[in-house]
C-alpha cells in the first residue's frame, strides 16, 4: 500500500471520528432547547456534553489540517468551491464555540434563552450541512482541468445533497439522543427516551432513502457492485437494529449501533470515493485523486510517521477523559456549565 | 474592490483579531497553572482563590480565542487556494500537526481542567492545566514553524510548480521560528502580565490591601516585567536577524530609502512614499548601523538599492512593501515595548517595598497600561506581514497569485461583513463579561458556587 492510500484512509479514519463523536454533541445541542423544560435542566444537558464538545471539535480540525498536508489540492478545491456554505457553517461554528462557555456566566433567563437557541442554531447548522458536503464530493461538482470548482453555491442544492444534509441531520440527532439516554437522570432521562424513539423511524427511513437516491445518483455502487459488500450492509442492518434495542432499553447497544451507522456510512462514501477525493461532474477524467491532489512522497511519509506516533496517544488520553466523566450528570449535583 | 483587496482585508481583520486573544491564552494558561502549583504545593486558600479567579477569566478568553481559531485553521483553503495548492506541501504539515499535537492536548485537558475539580486527584488535576498551557504554547510553535517559511523559506525545492518540502527538520530548526517563537512567546507573556496588573489595580482601588489582589498584583507585575523586558531583547535579536533574511522589511521598518554606512535610525520620518524622499526627518547617525550589527559602522540597504537588485533577480516589478504602514507599525510596536518595560520595572519596584502602596494615579496608568501589549502585538503582526509585501512567501509567491480564483468579489464581501458583524457582537459580549468577572467580589466566589448547588439540592 503506499502513502496516497494511507493518508486516505488516515482522513477516512479522522472523519469516522468526528461523525462518531460531534455527531452526538451536536444531536445533544440540536435536542437542547427542546428536551431541557427548565434552566437547571438544560444545565445538565450541556453538561454531559461540557467536558467533551471542544476535544470533540478538535478531530474536524485536525480531518481538516490532515487534507491540507496530505492533499493540498483536495483542500484547496473543496474549501474554495464550497465557499459560501463554509461561511454559513463557520459562522454557526463560532457562536456555538462561545456559547458553552458563555451560557451559564449570566444569571438572566434572557442570556440563558438566548445562548441556547444560538447551540441549537450552532449544532444544527453544521449537523445538516456536512451531509450536503459529503454527499457532493461523491455525487461531483463541476470541476475543470485545473482543479477549479466552477459552480456556485446552488450547484450544491440538489436533490440528493439535500436527502443526505437531512440524513446526517437526522442520524446525529437520534445519536445525541441516544447518547443523552447514557448521560441523563430523572425525567431528562425519560424525555430523552421518548425523544430517541420517535426519531428512529425517520432517521431510518431518510438514511435508506438516500442510499437508493445513492443507486441513481452516484456511481459509488455500480463501483461497489449490485451486492455492495459487508460495509453498508452493516451500516444497515446497526440502524435496524436501534428501533428494537431502544423498545427494550438497552440504550448502551443502541449507542454503539447508532455509532456503526455513522462510521460505515461514512466508510463506504469513502469507499465509493476511492482512489477519487473529490468527483468532477464535467468531465470524470478532471476529478481529484489521491494521486493528482496528493502531496509529495516525502512529505507524506514525514506526516505518517507523526501520525503513528500521536494518533494512538490522543486516543488514550481522550478515551481516558470519557473514562473519568462516565458519571450520568443530574440537575442536581453541582453543574460547571 | 475586487476579490483580492477584500480578501487581504478579511484575512488582516479575522487574524489581528484571533491574536487579540492568542497571547492571553498563552500567557495566562502558564500563570494560572503557577498559581495553582503554589495552591498545591502550600495549601494557602489565597492561591486558591487565585487560581479560581484568573481561570475563569482564562477561560472566558479561551473559548472566543477557539471559537475564531477555526476560521484560521479554514480560510487558506477557502480564499488563499493558489497559495494553498503552491504551499500545501510544506505548509499544510505544521498546521495539521498543530491540531494533532497541541489542539487535542488543550482541549482535552481543558475539559479535564474546568470539570475535574475535586473529581480527579489533585496532582492529575495540577497536571491537566499544566497540559492546557502546554498545549497552548505547542500550537504557537507550530504555527510560527509554518509563518517562519513564509518569511524566510528553507528545506524545499521548486518542483511540481509548486513548493516541496525536502527537509522537515530544516524547517523546524529554520532560524527565523527561533527568534520569532521567543517574541511571540514573551509577548504573550506580558500581555498577560499587564492584563493581571490592571484587573488587580482595579480590585486594589475598590477594596485597598486585599491579599489576594496584592498577591496578583505582585505577581502580575514580576511577569509583565520579565515578558517585556525578554521581549524587548528577543526583539533586538529579531531586527539583526531580519536585516540578513529580509533586508526590504528592514528599511521598510525604518523609510531607508538609501542604502547608507554608517546607517542613521529615524526618530521621526515624514516622507513622501510616491517619490521615495523624505519631507522631513529626524535621524540618529550610525544608530542603525549599531542596530543591526551591535557596532556604529556597517551597510544597512536601502529600498531604491533592494529593489534594483529584487528586478534582477525576479524580473521587472514593484518589490517594495507599503513604507507608511510598515515604518509607523513597527515604530507603535517598538514604542509599545518599551513604554511597558518602563512601567513593569517601575511597578515591579515599588510593589516590593516594605510598605505596598500606590498612588491611584500610578493604579490608574497601570490599568490603562492593559492595551500597550495589545496594540504592540496587533501592529507587530501587521508589520511582519505587510513589509513581507508582496511576497506571502518571501522569493516565492507572491499575494496577487496567492488569492482563490473561483471566490467572486461578491462572496468574499459577504464572509468579510459576516465575520466582522459577528466578531463585533462576540467583542461587546466577551469585553462585557470580562469586566462582569474581573469585579467579582473574591472572598464571595466559593460561596456563591456553593449556595447554587446547596439551593438545588434543598429544593430536591
Known sequence: MDFNTIWFILIAVLFVGFFFLEGFDYGVGILLPFLGKEDRERRAIINSIGTFWDGNEVWMLTAGGAMFAAFPNWYATLFSGFYLALVVMLLALIARGVAFEYRSKKDDPVWHNRWDWVIFVGSFVPALLWGVAISNLIRGVPIDDKMNFTGNFFTLLNPYSLIGGVASLLLFTLHGSIFLTLKLTDNLLESARKVANKLWLPATVVLFAYVILGYFDTDMFSKLGINPGAVPIIAGLAILSVGYLLKIQKEGWAFVMTGITIAFSTITVFMGLFPRVMVSSTNPDWSLTIYNASSSPYTLQVMSIVALIFVPIVLAYQAWSYWIFRKRVSTKQKLEY | MDALTLARWQFAIVTVYHFF????????SIAVAIMQTAYYRTGNEAYKKMTKFWGKLFLINFAIGVATGIVQEFQFGMNWSQYSRFMGDIFGAPLAIEALLAFFMESTFLGIWIFGWERVPKKFHLASIWLVAIGSNLSAIWILAANSFMQQPVGYAIRNGRAEMTDFFAIITNGHLWVQFPHVFFGAVATAGFLILAISAFQLVKKEKHEVFKKSFKFGAVYALVGSLLVVLVGHTQAQYMVKVQPMKMAAAEALWDSENPAAMSLFTFGDEKNRKDVFAIKIPGALSFLAYNKFSGEVKGIN????????????GDYVPPIAISYWT?????????????????????????????????????FWSLFLPVIANSTGWLFTELARQPWTVFGLFQTADSVSNTVTAGEVAFSLIAYTLIYAVLMVIMIGLMIKFANRNIDEIEKEEAEVDNSVLTKA
Open chain 2, 305 to 316: 538599492n533592494l529593489q534594483k537588485e529584487a528586478e534582477q533577480k525576479f524580473g521587472p
Open chain 2, 330 to 366: 513597527f515604530r507603535i510596536m517598538v514604542g509599545a515595548g518599551f513604554l511597558m518595560l518602563l512601567i513593569a520595572l517601575l511597578t515591579t519596584i515599588q510593589a516590593f517595598k516594605s510598605k505596598f502602596e500606590f498612588k491611584p494615579l500610578w493604579y490608574k496608568i497601570v
Open chain 2, 21 to 28: 486573544f492568542v497571547p492571553i491564552t498563552l500567557g495566562l
